[in-house]
């Protein structure tokens, strides 16, 4: 066992994006062909997560310190 130190990255937190046959994404700046909830485990927080209609563009950031951004919708967060 190790001790997590503060402010150090908790894998237990974030589960990774499954890929399925129904899985739906989209890259930066692309409009997305969905409404709904949009996530990408690029960003952290408040920011990973961006509500849009359908035809409207994603922010077009492609890199960040943890890789390239891509974009999944949530199926399961369209009645919240």
Do not use: C, H
Not at 11 to 38: F, H, I, N, Q, Y
Not at 46 to 59: H, T, V, W
């Amino acid at each position: 066992f190790v001790e997590q130190l503060e402010g150090e990255w908790d894998d237990s937190v974030m589960e990774p994006v499954k890929d399925t046959p129904d899985t739906v994404r989209a890259l930066p700046g692309d409009p997305v062909p969905r409404s709904g909830v949009w996530y990408t485990p690029a960003l952290s927080g408040a920011n990973a997560f961006l509500r849009l209609e359908s035809g409207q563009a994603l922010p077009d950031r492609q890199y960040t310190d943890w890789g390239q951004v891509i974009w999944y919708w949530l199926p399961e967060y369209q009645n919240r």
